[in-house]
């Protein structure tokens, strides 16, 4: 294979390789093999341009144009002239196509399903990022530059999963990128012309080129750096703070959280995916639970507070982390005198739900999980450490359902000054108008509950908004003045702008996102599911600590004490939950085989298998995919100890018995004996030089490997067996030689340090021979090829040119 050639193939799997990270952002990822496809066409094209060879523009336009007919076939074959050729029809509906995968893209939560504008847009990204690195590193011959759109094409998958494109992923680009350098040094390498003594690597060792002495040193010196830059690049990044990722679904951790007893947890921006969740098509359950409230309407599950606005977005603040304590402490600002209800609830998280903050009722007291998972006290927050997440979590929260009345939270003090200072921040950038509409707004109110409650119902009754998630999720301090203005969009708006308002007017305020309730089932459970997905402000009130509120109209609950009459009542007795509907999750499997997993979240199928279907549902480990990685661990953890296992058994082949042979068969197994002692002495340090007499290899053997006593005896003896062999008119057959072999290996073994020893047993220095072989094999077959090819060509050719001459 030419060096452009070879160079040409680097770049196409290279451009595969960091495709990869794209894979798991839609499902399924069959679009893979079409970019693959065009690519290979893109290829072969530039590969016929360069041969004839064509300018370099020329060749450009020419691969342009097979991508420009490669998809219009796969995507705008019906619109398009016989199928291929792009007429203004197919342009136009390719447009549209690419329009419509735009919103699709806006529109899904990761993964997202694969429709065609989706695949079009990916299958398109990625044969542009092709064509430009086959150009950049083929037709210009500037490999190092073709990273940047790697990069690019890596750091896009990254971007859209929310920092979840995984080490695998990273590993896999790079490894595509160190392959493109090599190909090309290779490439620069060999237009020097052939090294001297070259060609003994097939099968004489002894010269320095053989034994990768200097004449190789700059490919062995580039290799080196590449493997060393590559393991920097993977594990700096572990010693390194860690970037938040996705609040809803996805790997990436929402929170960086450190081990140990310390740490902080870092900055989350949830909004692009709370409104993907809630648009999705197909609400999907995200964790099921029971509880003892006997009224679930204010049960919302909360996840993380919004308490930092700096203009441009709500965010969270970077706070320190401790592990979670037996009893959580007592919720800031909580007055005694405030009738509370101790509930307990029991939840199942499903398989497909994974992410780092534990959904929980607020206020927490004590929560019973297992695995890595860290306190946050200023917002009450559990966080995953050490990429432990959601997924199937089972766990029990003991949380306070507070219920001031109107009465108590209108008499209610003035906050901490800290506490104020703090949660009254608006930025400078924040329009007039918010202001002064929370002041037209609350006006006539006599104290922070009234124009905390003026706010909410302006918002959710008397204001005109209306509910739409289509809406774009700005969240700056113009868009929340955009919101007041055009009164259109979903809970995000909602309480970002109310929590914003009434920071305006000296209300400490925070945002929390989380869940809703979610839906009773007929077996007592409620479900949770992913269009339950919401936002809501949380206000301050000394006495009552933080407060929920709900703006957002038609969703939600309003909480009582927003209302007129505040519903009375006592407060229970500690949580017990009742026989009939159990709080704690039932992992008994389903007593109908009948029971389909859309029955089971539905709650259709019985008390038991209700809550199990949160996780025998399908969503379990598919026995093929398991299968499949088993193995693919198994051969990457057997990769290292390949070159032993091919020397193991080299050698067993080379010391057979020493059964009767036939007398022609003496002579190869003499030479093979000494074969593997020359390799032994190389796996130990000393190389091999056929160019020496075997009397001088042996004695030199002796020299470097510091043989004493029968092991250096024994190198001598095989010698004068070889020289028998060699020279002799009529060779003695000689015996033993496999135990002097043998012997000659301890002599070696004793001889030698621990780190040689080592070296010689897991990465033997002869095993090279086996990549020797393999290059030699794939020389010769592609010889053949060539001479065939050659061979058919001339008899093709051949009557044409007879009859040409006839003819002249």
Known sequence: MSGRARLTL??????????????????????????????????????????????RPLTLLAQAVVVLLALTLFFAREQAILWLIPGPQALAYTSELFRAGVEDVGRYAIPAPDTAGIRLMLVGGVV??????????????????????????????AGLSGGGAGWLWFLLAASGYLLLLLAEGRDRLSQWGRVFGGAQRSGRPGSSVASGGPAFAPVRTGRRIGVVAMGVAMVVPLALPGLSGGLFGGSGGAGGAGGGKGGTVSAVNPLVSLQENLRQPEDREVLRYRTNARDTSGLYLRLVALDQFDGASWKSSVRPIEDVPKQLPWPQGLAQSVRITEVTSNFVASDAYEQKWLPMPYPAGRVDIGGSWRFEPAGRMIVGDNDQTTRGARYQVSSLDVQPSSAQLAAAGPAPEKLRAEYTKVPESLPADVRATALDVTKGARNDYERAVKLQDWFAEDGGFRYDVEVGSGTGAQAISRFLKEKEGFCVHFSFSMAAMARSLGIPARVAVGFMPGTTQTDGSVSVGIRDAHAWPELYF?????????????????PAYTRTNTPSGTATGPAQPQQSASAQPSAAPSASESCTPQMRRLGDCGPDAAVAGAESDGSGPDPLKVVLISLGVLVVLALPFLPMLWRTRVRGRRLGSDGARAPEDLAARTLAVWQEINDTAWDYGVEPDESRTPRKTAARIVRLGELRGEPADAVHRVAGAVEEVLYSPRPRPATGLAEEAVRIRAGFHASAGRKARLRARLAPRSAVRLRWAASERW??????????????????????????????
Do not use: N
């Open 542 to 558: 000394e006495g009552a600590g933080w407060t929920r509120f709900e703006p957002t109209p038609s969703r939600g609950s309003t």
């Open 128 to 157: 542009a990022i092709g064509l430009l690195v086959d150009a950049l590193a083929v037709t210009f011959r500037r490999a190092a530059p073709a990273g940047l759109p790697l990069l690019a094409l890596y750091s896009v998958a």
């Open 10 to 55: 680097a770049a196409w799997g290279a451009t595969l390789m960091a495709a990869g990270a794209l894979l798991p952002l839609v499902k399924p990822a069959t679009w893979i093999f079409t970019a693959a496809f065009v690519l290979a066409l893109v290829s072969g094209v530039g590969t016929l341009a360069r041969r004839v060879p064509l300018a």
């Open 779 to 808: 020389s010769s077959v592609t010889t053949a090829w060539s001479l065939r090819r050659h061979t058919l060509v001339s008899r093709v050719t051949t009557p044409f040119r007879r009859t040409s001459r006839e003819a002249g």
